[in-house]
């Protein structure tokens, strides 16, 4: 076989006079202590050489053939091990600290991913099999090693860790304004679809966006925006992204949206809104139904127990419960939603119409401790309901004159037609709102009861400084000038972020 073989050559020492080595580092420098590696020239590829790295992240052969070399190092170990070190802020050979070291040292430099030099794909907790490998860390689908010539010189390897992000949520009864923002992205996120295949869809939102270190999140759904995360070891990641239209696949009923993303902290649920003609329906079916089982025709709710709720938002809500996972029918969309919560930290949203949808889910999930954000939500239960779900954390959001959070009225639009001929039920209500007769005064406020609509939750508000004018010149020592300049500035360029909370407790220190 001649020099092909160096165990087989009889007077290979001439030929045999290469040598190289490999030092692997994570992003802070820290070498990679007992990596297994395989080594392969491509003078001898039938000789495999191999061991472990010693104490600095270094693994040399010697007396090589003047070929390519290709290394592998045991991908099991290699993921298990980079999942643990830590990202440096920025990705790539650009802030690194590593290279002006290694090329100060005379060595080469490179930058890889655990992909780049293992020797296969290893075993990635609750990665469908059936997906291509997360695609920044695995570049190529089927990892071959990595190659280097020429030899006689160290080759530095800054590894990238094997990590994921998640949302920063904080999981707290105060309000937190990094929650507000990242769980208004979530319930933007529900308005479009789960292809992973398009961009800014749910799935490639977390499947793809959160699983790529080398740059922060960037597209929901049409938006382009970041939202505030931090990374965690790939385990870590969201391992399951579901998707949920009663309108596809085996389900075809209704015409409600959903998805749910569950990291191993934390479960996210968001509720789309408004979407269609049959959304818009159902925000107009407002018809209070009682929610005790005093009678049969209330719907004998099994987790609010007073009060009414708007017929429509129930409707859009309570066939979710019939509907089972995409792709296995024996699991029941809110069974596996509730098992989650009960292992982990539980965060829902929603607007508009999602507001309404994600505070029912809430109250369903109490017992759980859900941290409810809404974004101009309609009012979806009465006085009752309301107070009894007082515990609930919910932070209401209303951005300017929004008409949403205006509807239903803060009445009681509840009426015995209902009983009878339920299109009689809101030609009444609509009559009582707009009929100048006194004797629909007289019998709306004999029938009025204390079961009107109102809102769920704190409220918090964005709106134009000239919406609050008391609020724009208030010392009376400043001068005219001064005034009218402060007036018109706010008046026309400035937005206040108003929490109601945060000054009951600035009150409540001073």
């Given amino acids: 076989m001649g020099i092909s073989d160096p165990r087989l050559c009889f007077d290979c020492k001439r030929f045999l006079k290469n040598w190289v080595e490999f030092q692997l580092v994570d992003e802070q420098g820290k070498p990679l202590v007992n990596m297994p590696y395989r080594l392969i020239s491509h003078g001898t590829p039938g000789y495999v050489r191999q061991g472990v790295t010693d104490g600095f992240g270094v693994l040399r052969e010697e007396m090589l053939l003047p070929h ?51 020797d296969g794909l290893p075993v990635i907790k609750d990665w469908d099999p059936k997906d291509i490998p997360p695609p920044y860390h695995f570049p190529n689908p089927e990892p071959n090693g990595y190659t280097v010539h020429p030899l006689n010189q160290r080759y530095v390897l800054e590894v990238c860790p094997f990590r994921a992000w998640v949302l920063l949520l904080h999981h707290q009864k105060e309000y937190s304004i990094v929650n507000a923002y990242n769980q208004c992205l979530m319930s933007v996120l529900a308005y479009t679809d789960g292809d992973v295949n398009v961009v800014g869809s749910v799935k490639h939102f977390f499947n793809r966006q959160m699983v790529d270190v080398s740059t922060f999140p960037y597209k929901v759904e049409e938006l382009s925006a970041t939202p505030v995360v931090y990374d965690v070891p790939f385990s870590g990641r969201y391992t399951r992204v579901e998707f949920i239209d009663s ?50 025709k209330a719907l004998c709710s099994e987790f609010i127990h007073n009060g009414k709720v708007h017929k429509g938002f129930w409707e859009a809500f309570s066939l979710v419960g019939k509907l089972t996972v995409p792709g296995d029918e024996n699991i029941i969309v809110f069974n596996e939603i509730l098992d ?11 607007h508009s119409l999602g507001g309404a949808l994600a505070l029912l889910h809430s109250a369903q999930l109490k017992e759980h401790n859900p941290c409810l954000y809404s974004y101009g939500m309609p009012r979806t239960l009465t006085r009752s309901a309301v107070q009894e779900l007082s515990s609930i954390t919910h932070y209401r959001h209303v951005n300017e004159d929004d008409p949403v959070p205006s509807v239903p009225f803060e009445k009681d639009m509840d009426n015995g037609f209902f009983n009878y001929w339920t299109p009689a039920g809101y030609d009444w209500e609509i009559m009582k709102l707009v009929s100048p007769s006194p004797i629909v005064k007289v019998i709306k406020q004999a029938t009025a009861s204390q079961e009107i609509y109102l809102h769920h939750g704190k409220v918090v508000h964005f709106l134009k400084a000239s919406a609050c004018p008391e609020w724009l010149i208030t010392a009376s020592n400043v001068s005219l000038i001064a005034r009218l300049s402060a007036e018109e500035i706010l008046s026309n360029t400035t937005k206040l972020y108003l929490i109601p909370e945060l000054a009951a407790k600035i009150n409540h220190i001073f």
């Fill in 247 to 296: 309108l596809a696949g085996n389900n075809k009923q209704g015409d409600t949206q959903l998805f749910y993303a569950a990291s191993q902290n934390d479960v996210v649920v968001s509720w789309r809104g408004t979407a269609s003609w049959r959304d818009a329906l159902t925000d107009t079916t407002f018809q209070p139904l009682k929610l005790s089982c005093d009678d049969e």
């Fill in 68 to 118: 390519k070399v290709t290394l592998y190092i045991d991908a099991q170990s290699l993921a298990d091990e980079m999942e643990q070190r830590p990202l440096r802020e920025i990705r790539g050979e650009e802030a690194s600290v590593v290279k002006p070291k290694a090329e100060a040292e005379g060595h080469q430099y490179h930058y890889v991913t655990i992909g780049q030099i293992s």
């Fill in 340 to 350: 989650l919560a009960k292992r982990k930290k539980l965060f829902i949203c929603g």
